[in-house]
């Protein structure tokens, strides 16, 4: 039970830690579009990317699925970036309608993209696993700390919702575009510092 907490200490750390921003930027843009109410809605997304990320983590650890991790960092603040421009562009429809088929684009991205965060967190665990034999019982606690932390930063998104919809008079599509843009910038100064590093 000991080493169960120790990995999924590890995952829960390494998600909210902020050296590691960029997955919570990318949680951050996707969390975004949400509010309380459509919370199903997200939890299909965050499922989405949860799938996504889990099987690349596992593949990525056992060897199966081999990426220079220098080209998966650099396509992590792609991800970021992609799923800040979806928003900016969709906003005033999604604020509109709160029609699920106009979170198509999302699910799909989401998907996608978490395989690619998914080697991201792989470099971690590959590291301190060293020489260790037995990787599924560490796979699979790291990768619930992980979703820990990412409920976390879910429900963190979900409760801003709440309160500007509650105490301000700022519309859904307005908050999507500011903070959008920002983690837009963000993640392209991040892109950017890491391909001038290759």
């Keep these: 039970m000991n080493d169960f907490w120790i990995w999924f200490s590890t995952g829960f750390q390494h998600i909210l830690d902020w050296n590691g921003y960029d997955h919570?930027?990318?949680?951050i843009?996707?969390?975004?579009l949400f509010t309380a109410k459509d919370w199903k809605k997200l939890l299909v997304l965050v499922?989405?990317?949860?799938?996504?990320?889990?099987?690349?983590?596992a593949m990525s650890v056992l060897d199966v699925l081999v990426v220079?991790?220098?080209y998966i960092e650099l396509l992590i603040p792609l991800t970021i970036m992609s799923t800040c421009i979806v928003n900016i562009f969709s906003r005033k429809k999604i604020d509109a309608t709160r029609n699920i088929g106009n979170f198509k684009i999302n699910y799909s991205l989401a998907?996608?993209?978490?395989?690619?965060?998914?080697?991201?967190?792989?470099y971690l665990l590959k590291s301190m696993l060293g020489e260790e034999e037995?990787?599924?019982?560490?796979?699979?606690?790291?990768?619930?700390?992980?979703?820990?932390?990412?409920?976390?930063?879910v429900v963190l998104m979900l409760l801003v919702s709440v309160f500007l919809a509650r105490f301000t008079r700022i519309k859904?599509?307005?908050?999507?575009l500011v903070i959008s843009s920002a983690?837009?910038?963000?993640?392209?100064?991040?892109?950017?510092q890491r391909l001038n590093a290759l």
């Design 24 to 27: 919570i930027l990318y949680v």
């Design 29 to 32: 843009s996707l969390c975004v």
């Design 47 to 57: 499922t989405a990317f949860t799938i996504g990320h889990s099987l690349t983590l």
């Design 68 to 70: 220079k991790q220098s």
């Design 111 to 122: 998907l996608v993209f978490g395989f690619i965060h998914g080697m991201g967190f792989s």
């Design 134 to 153: 037995n990787t599924l019982f560490p796979l699979l606690s790291f990768n619930l700390g992980l979703e820990f932390g990412q409920i976390i930063i």
């Design 172 to 176: 859904k599509a307005d908050v999507i």
């Design 183 to 192: 983690v837009l910038l963000v993640s392209t100064l991040l892109f950017i």
